[in-house]
């Protein structure tokens, strides 16, 4: 009777281990971005804004930005900087290389503006390896 319940207890703890986030990694380098801030978010759902996971980056002298985060399934990530939000679908378990536009700095106007809109672009990824052989 108690192997019974160590099973079952054994079972129920390796199902919730494995609910628990896998890594995600994204880098990028373009010298227009050397002490750039990028605002990273990844909204609750695709439909409701709510951001689940937010995080700011400074690029460093050289342009270059790598970060690492948790998600649990598919996420389509966000990135702000200057006048761009840039997205990609990311999916866990990847090392993922992306293209950043140039960098254009958002004018003071449009910064207290409560009516700008973004330029919103996909990102280009470069590449995409699993993180078990980056």
């Known amino acids: 009777m108690i192997q019974k319940y160590g099973i079952i207890c054994g079972l ?21 971005y050397s002490g750039k801030s990028i605002h990273i978010t990844i909204a609750w759902n695709p439909f409701i804004t709510i951001p689940h996971y937010t995080e700011t980056v400074i690029c460093n002298e050289h342009g ?6 948790e998600i649990d399934m598919g996420r389509v990530v966000q990135f ?11 999916v866990p378990g990847y090392h993922y290389v992306v293209e ?34 980056h």
């Open 80 to 90: 702000e900087t200057g006048v761009y939000q840039t997205y990609l679908f990311v």
């Open 100 to 133: 950043l536009p140039e960098y254009q700095e958002k004018e003071y106007a449009s910064r207290i503006s409560p009516f700008f809109q973004p330029v919103v672009v996909p990102l280009r990824v470069l590449s995409r390896t699993s993180l078990t052989t």
């Open 64 to 69: 270059i930005f790598e970060h690492t985060f």
């Open 12 to 32: 129920i703890l390796w199902g919730w281990g494995s609910l628990s986030g896998q890594s995600v990694s994204i880098h990028s380098q373009n010298e227009n």
